[in-house]
C-alpha cells in the first residue's frame, strides 16, 4: 500500500490556520485564492475552506469573493482563443445573459465557483465583474452594482473601503489583488485609458446587449506595489493556510497607499 504524503486538512485545521493568520469574528474579508495550493488532501474539498472562513468570521462577519464572468465580454476582444470576426454580431445576438444564479465564473478558481451556490450568498448584479457575498454586511456589499467602471466607486470593492474590510491572498499573491483596480480608479496618472464594454443583460424582461464604460486595467506593477506598501508600513500579515502561502492585507490602507504610488510611478 503506497504511502499517503503530507497533513489531513479539515475544516477545523483550517479554521485554526486562519485566526493564526489573524482573521477574527466580526471581519469583513475579500478572498482571492487558489484551492490546489493549500495540499492534497483537504476533507471536504472547496467546502471545507468556506465552512471554515464563515466558522471564523462568525454572525457578525461578511465574507466576500470575486465571481468574475469575463467568458459574457464583448467578442471583439477576445484572443485566447480569439473568434472570427463574422461571428461577432451574431455572438452579440444569442450569448445568453448574466444570470447570478447560472453564469459560470472564468479564471476565479473552485473555491468561489462553489460559494456563490451556497446558501445565503448572494451575486452582485454586474455581468462581467461580479462579487459574491455572504454575511452581516451582504447586501451593503452587492447593492447597486454600477456598469461604469465596474471596479470603482460603485463596485463592492468600494464598499469594502467603506466597513475596512481586509484582503485574504489565499495562496495566490498581489498580482491577483482586485482591490488594487479601486486604486487605478481613483488615481490620476499619465497613460490612463477609459474604453467601451459590452455584455449581455435581462432588462426589463429582455435581453439585451448593453455597452458601459470601462477603464483600461494593469495589473504589471501590482507585486512590486505591495512590496514596497509592506516595506514602508509592514501591515501586510503574512502566514500560511495548510500549505499555501497567505497573505493578510488592510483594504483601505493599501488602496490610499496605491493611489499615491500609481500617482508617483505611472
Excluded at 452582485?124 to 454575511?135: C, D, E, N, T, V
Aim: with cysteine; charged share 25%; aromatic share 8%.
Amino acid at each position: 500500500m503506497e504511502e499517503v504524503q503530507g497533513k489531513l486538512i479539515t475544516v477545523q485545521t483550517l479554521a485554526e490556520d486562519f485566526r493564526r493568520l489573524g482573521i477574527r469574528s466580526g471581519m469583513t474579508i475579500l478572498v482571492h485564492s487558489s484551492f490546489k495550493s493549500l495540499g492534497e488532501w483537504v476533507a471536504g474539498g472547496p467546502v471545507a475552506v468556506i465552512l471554515a472562513l464563515e466558522e471564523v468570521l462568525g454572525e457578525e462577519g461578511t465574507l466576500i469573493m470575486p465571481t468574475h464572468s469575463g467568458d459574457l465580454s464583448d467578442p471583439a476582444g477576445w484572443s485566447n482563443p480569439p473568434v472570427p470576426q463574422d461571428w461577432w454580431q451574431s455572438i452579440r445576438e444569442q450569448m445568453p445573459a448574466y444570470d447570478p444564479d447560472l453564469t459560470l465564473l472564468r479564471g476565479m478558481g473552485v473555491i468561489p465557483d462553489c460559494f456563490r451556490k451556497q446558501k445565503g450568498v448572494r451575486r452582485s448584479s454586474h455581468p462581467l465583474s461580479s462579487f459574491a457575498a455572504w454575511g452581516k454586511y451582504r447586501d451593503v456589499i452587492i447593492k447597486d452594482h454600477g456598469l461604469d467602471h465596474s471596479l470603482g466607486e460603485d463596485s463592492p470593492l468600494a464598499r469594502i473601503y467603506e466597513l475596512e474590510g481586509r484582503i485574504l491572498l489565499l495562496g495566490v499573491g498581489n498580482l491577483n489583488n482586485t482591490s488594487l483596480h479601486l486604486a487605478e480608479c481613483r488615481a490620476s496618472f499619465a497613460g490612463k485609458k477609459e474604453g467601451i464594454a459590452g455584455a449581455p443583460m435581462m432588462l426589463e424582461g429582455s435581453r439585451q446587449w448593453v455597452e458601459f464604460k470601462e477603464q483600461e486595467w494593469d495589473s504589471d506593477d501590482f507585486v512590486q506595489l505591495a512590496e514596497q506598501f509592506q516595506g514602508e508600513t509592514g501591515l501586510i500579515t503574512y502566514g500560511h493556510i495548510a500549505a499555501a502561502s497567505a497573505q493578510l492585507i488592510p483594504q483601505r490602507e493599501i488602496v490610499d497607499y496605491a493611489v499615491n504610488w500609481m500617482e508617483r510611478n505611472r
